[in-house]
């Protein structure tokens, strides 16, 4: 088969959440002198991406969505490992990603992680319903940078506010940067509290963490 082909079955093997075949694949890539980036952008990068779109639009379900981002994390640590010429890569930057407490939804975080990681991103995932307090605990502990919160019920964006809060009171405001999404929250309600960057989507995010880790 040709790049192209090779490529579409790449991404193919993430939208049917197929974690052996996506790990074969990657490491297939290698073994055929195949550029480890181009792969993992035009083939990985590209179909999660669309599992997103097929989730969104009700095509694919939360468990299918975790176990496509799974499949993306590990054949990205096989081809980033080749990138790195076999040695521990320099990661571009270390972020964590909460769900904000209360809050138990996982949509499209799971594909944040998976397109940081793909990017080169060391990541924590913090999980979902995740206090304040521990968001904070574990930042300090892990040297994140980027600190990205997600809150998909109105009633839960108030735990935003509290983060960002909370980073003024000790002092930490300065020492990570802040990006927070989720269905209900928008440019405003990022202004507002005092985030440093609202993302709309998954893509928007990742590239404003690099916006954030670059000025």
């Known amino acids: 088969m040709d790049k192209q082909e090779f490529l579409d079955k790449v991404a193919?093997?993430?939208?049917?959440?197929?974690?052996?075949l996506a790990e074969q694949l990657a490491k297939q890539a290698l073994e055929e002198g195949m550029d480890p980036l181009e792969v993992i952008n035009k083939g990985y990068v590209v179909g999660i991406k669309q599992v997103g779109d097929m989730f969104e639009c009700g095509e694919l379900f939360l468990p299918e969505l975790i176990q496509s981002a799974e499949a993306v994390k590990k054949a990205t640590e096989i081809l980033n490992e080749a990138i790195a010429g076999g040695e521990e890569k320099k990661a571009k930057g270390k972020v964590l990603i909460a769900t904000v407490e209360g809050d138990i939804h996982d949509i499209g975080k799971a594909i944040v992680v998976s397109l940081l990681v793909a990017n080169g991103f060391d990541v924590v995932d913090m999980g979902r319903d995740v206090p304040v307090a521990d968001i904070i605990a574990k930042a300090e502990e892990f040297g994140a940078q980027v600190i990205g919160t997600s809150a998909l019920l109105t009633t839960t964006m108030v735990r935003q506010q509290e983060l960002e809060k909370a980073l003024v009171e000790?002092?930490?405001?300065?020492?990570?940067?802040?990006?927070?999404?989720?269905?209900?929250?928008?440019?405003?309600?990022?202004?507002?509290?005092?985030?440093?960057?609202?993302?709309?989507n998954a893509?928007?995010?990742?590239?404003?963490?690099?916006?954030?880790?670059?000025?």
């Open 170 to 200: 000790k002092g930490l405001k300065g020492k990570f940067k802040t990006v927070v999404g989720g269905a209900p929250v928008t440019v405003r309600w990022a202004e507002k509290i005092g985030a440093d960057a609202y993302a709309e």
């Open 203 to 215: 893509g928007e995010g990742v590239n404003k963490i690099m916006q954030l880790l670059e000025g």
């Open 12 to 20: 193919q093997s993430v939208i049917d959440s197929d974690e052996e």
